[in-house]
């Protein structure tokens, strides 16, 4: 009997052993969403002023892509981030802020009542990336900014696939970094700072070059502080089972509001600066130094995320993805995009930029690293987009993609196998912004603008390989390629079910 019970104790421990050692064989995923980070921002894609060495040191070690798309605004680019499928078909198009509830934009009222919170919810049938790889053992977190849904509605993240939230439901509320609260899970979490509206002006009885009357749009408890705390807790406690981290930092999104060090740091690098007054977002007396000390809080940020999977022991089985939701953001909200060159080799002011279809506005910095997987140092010309990653985590999981998508998967070609499926064009619609479409099509770029405002539909036709910043409209010329884009978008656009996303110029 004791040889029976020895042998079934070793069969029970061999058993174990070979289940823990399958489930930690799945790697862990990190997704660092940036917010509002132009293709330029980051030292590995040419930035010259703003220092980037931890998202650097990612792309040291892994693999820089640089013809990733994601789209122009923040929430239908999280949108097509989590579920995979393109703007044409998606359930939110636009930034949709529910206004049919109150008012929202009233900060001390969204403050006192939680019902106006948030943006329009995404349904509850959607199947997002979470959802997915919960169903395939991960432990799945999300911490930052969410943007699809509201409290108390099927659009928070804990009804869409995360086992833990901690963060910013509501997108408008990180328009100060200084805010009353964040969530965690389904609950409120009071922060100690007073509730501002952040679309102020500066006084003008007050002298602007005095950095002391900027003190009052500085509080103490500053949110992406609580975040990355947050983040390496959970990686803390979820180290030792296959885990996916969603980290969609509200950095760089102005507010311009950034830590001391960092602001002083960048004042004494860059010299003294106009200030800029507010008017949309809290006035700040340095803004460039504060812009650039935002994405370096956020690198360091990347840093600390790095050191934990190392303190923990699995950082060679963690998949680190790095990419931004949209362009830089424009002029008169005190961005100055033209001094940093934040668009890299694309045009990024106002009209190129965020909000736009242009390739300033949706190309983005994409880095994935994961060590002895990925080719450290290479670089991917492959044109690719946000809704891939869906299809990707899927085939890196040997199981089939939902039905239904639009993006592939990238796998093979991040570990440096021959990559078989490609685009053949990607379709973007923005209702916002006049009303625009896109399609990009191997070299071809076409788009169209002004669609509700004009009811435009007259094509631009741009070749990217002559023309990165898209100044010379050559559809006359090549009206054989403009017909077939014409076709593209009429295949790929679905009337929307939100009729605020409608573009009568296009509808059937």
Request: net charge negative.
């Amino acid at each position: 009997m004791k040889i029976a019970f020895s042998f079934i104790l070793l069969w029970t421990i061999a058993i174990t052993s070979f289940s823990q050692t399958a489930s930690n064989s799945k790697p862990n995923i990190i997704y660092i969403f940036a917010d509002d980070m132009g293709y330029g921002d980051v030292g590995c894609y040419g930035q010259q002023k703003i220092e980037t060495p931890n998202i650097d040191a990612l792309a040291k070690s892994g693999m820089r892509f640089t013809q990733h798309y994601a789209f122009p605004v923040c929430a239908p680019s999280r949108y097509l981030l989590m579920t995979g499928i393109h703007s044409g078909k998606a359930y939110i198009r636009g930034n949709d802020e529910w206004e049919e509830r109150g008012d929202v934009w009233n900060f001390k009222t969204m403050e006192s009542n939680p019902f106006l919170e948030g943006q329009r919810p995404i349904p509850d049938s959607t199947l997002t990336i979470a959802e997915v790889l919960k169903g395939q053992g991960y432990t799945t977190g999300l911490i930052g900014k969410w943007g699809l849904g509201s409290p108390f509605t099927n659009g928070t993240p804990n009804k869409q696939g995360f086992d833990y939230f901690y963060g910013f439901i509501c997108q408008r509320q990180d328009h100060t970094y200084y805010s009353g609260h964040l969530w965690e899970n389904e609950n409120r979490v009071p922060l100690n700072n007073k509730i501002v509206d952040p679309q102020i002006t500066f006084p003008k009885n007050l002298d602007p070059l005095d950095e002391k009357n900027y003190e009052v749009y500085q509080q103490k408890d500053y949110a992406p502080d609580f975040l990355i705390k947050a983040a390496l807790n959970f990686i803390d406690k979820n180290s030792d089972k296959p885990f996916f981290l969603y980290y969609p930092s509200p950095l760089p999104h102005v507010s311009l509001q950034a830590p001391e060090k960092w602001v002083d740091y960048y004042h004494q690098k860059f010299g003294d600066e106009q200030p800029y007054l507010g008017g949309s977002y809290f006035p700040c007396r340095y803004p460039r130094a504060t812009y650039a000390a935002m994405i370096s809080t956020l690198d360091e940020q990347v840093g600390q995320l790095v050191q934990e999977l190392k303190k923990k022991g699995v950082y060679e089985n963690t998949i680190i993805m790095f990419c931004s939701d949209n362009g830089p953001s424009f002029g008169g909200v005190g961005v100055d995009g033209p001094f940093f060159n934040s668009g890299g080799p694309f045009k990024s002011e106002t009209g190129w930029g965020k909000g736009f279809v242009h390739e300033g506005g949706i190309r983005e910095p994409f880095i994935v690293s994961w060590p002895g997987k990925v080719k450290a140092g290479s670089t991917s010309d492959m044109i690719s987009a946000t809704i891939d990653m869906m299809p990707t985590f899927c085939d890196l999981l040997h199981i089939a993609a939902p039905k239904g998508i639009d993006g592939i998967s990238i796998l093979p070609e991040i570990t440096g196998k021959k990559q078989e499926q490609q685009h053949p064009y990607l379709y973007f619609e923005y209702p916002e912004y006049g009303g625009q479409q896109a399609v990009r099509m191997g070299n071809w770029k076409g788009v169209i603008l002004n669609i509700k405002k004009d009811n435009n539909t007259t094509m631009q036709l741009y070749d990217l390989s002559k023309d990165i910043q898209e100044q010379q409209d050559v559809a006359n010329e090549h009206p054989d390629i403009v017909k077939k884009m014409q076709n593209i978008m009429k295949k790929e656009h679905h009337t929307p079910e939100v009729s605020t996303f409608l573009m009568p110029a296009i509808e059937e």
